[in-house]
T-cell receptor, first 112, second 111 residues
Framework: NAGVTQTPKFRVLKTGQSMTLLCAQD?????MYWYRQDPGMGLRLIHY???????AKGEVPDGYNVSRLKKQNFLLGLESAAPSQTSVYFC???????????FGPGTRLTVL | GENVEQHPSTLSVQEGDSAVIKCTYS??????FPWYKQELGKRPQLIID?????GEKKDQRIAVTLNKTAKHFSLHITETQPEDSAVYFC??????????FGTGTSLTVIP
């Protein structure tokens, strides 16, 4: 089992470009999350999904969109990238009553 | 929303000594408090967690305590080893399945 995977691992964008980050899981977990991690700020929730076809906003949703068309995939989109979106992005899945989280390996995004 | 504060931001201990990291939270509805270890360039990994109906939990050299009245919880690592060096994050889960993370503690264990 691959667990939680993220594509791509690294990406450099120019301001104004768009891109989509893919999170895939083979653990059959209902919940999926997108976080960003910045130095000194811990992990902050961007968007999350409690099941196929559903999404909800987290702490810092502005500038991002998400889709969960299939249970195993959760996509994070940047329509017009800004330097403030330079960060490491982690996807996570959640399971169980308390929603224990399993993280993907991360995507390092740089916006110039 | 929830606000999780974590202290200290950096911690250095001698090998064999104990390390304690503390977190406070603001929302009394939070009911689950995991701790994650993140090595450089790697993903966060769950090392221990505690639920709101439990005051203390231990797993070998690590333990977590929860004081619901004071809204704080702590991670205790005993007999520290160099491989314990990493960044540790606490988190609190509110009802509604959102997690709020502390800002992390960089632990260095000096051989």
């Amino acid at each position: 089992n691959a667990g939680v995977t993220q594509t791509p691992k690294f990406r450099v964008l120019k301001t104004g470009q768009s891109m989509t980050l893919l999170c895939a899981q083979d653990m059959n977990h209902e919940y999926m999350y997108w976080y960003r991690q910045d130095p000194g700020m811990g992990l902050r929730l961007i968007h999350y999904s409690v099941g196929e076809g559903t999404t909800a906003k987290g702490e810092v949703p502005d500038g991002y969109n998400v889709s969960r068309l299939k249970k195993q995939n959760f996509l994070l989109g940047l329509e017009s990238a800004a330097p403030s979106q330079t960060s490491v992005y982690f996807c996570a899945t959640g399971t169980g009553f308390y929603n224990e989280q399993f993280f993907g390996p991360g995507t390092r995004l740089t916006v110039l | 929303g929830e606000n999780v504060e974590q202290h200290p931001s950096t911690l250095s201990v001698q090998e064999g000594d104990s390390a304690v990291i503390k977190c406070t939270y603001s929302d009394s509805a939070s009911n689950y408090f995991p701790w994650y270890k993140q090595e450089l360039g790697k993903r966060p990994q769950l090392i221990i967690d505690i639920r709101s109906n439990v005051g203390e939990k231990k797993d070998q050299r690590i333990a977590v305590t929860l004081n619901k009245t004071a809204k704080h919880f702590s991670l205790h690592i005993t007999e520290t080893q160099p491989e314990d060096s990493a960044v540790y994050f606490c988190a609190a889960r509110r009802t509604g399945n959102q997690f709020y993370f502390g800002t992390g503690t960089s632990l260095t264990v000096i051989p």
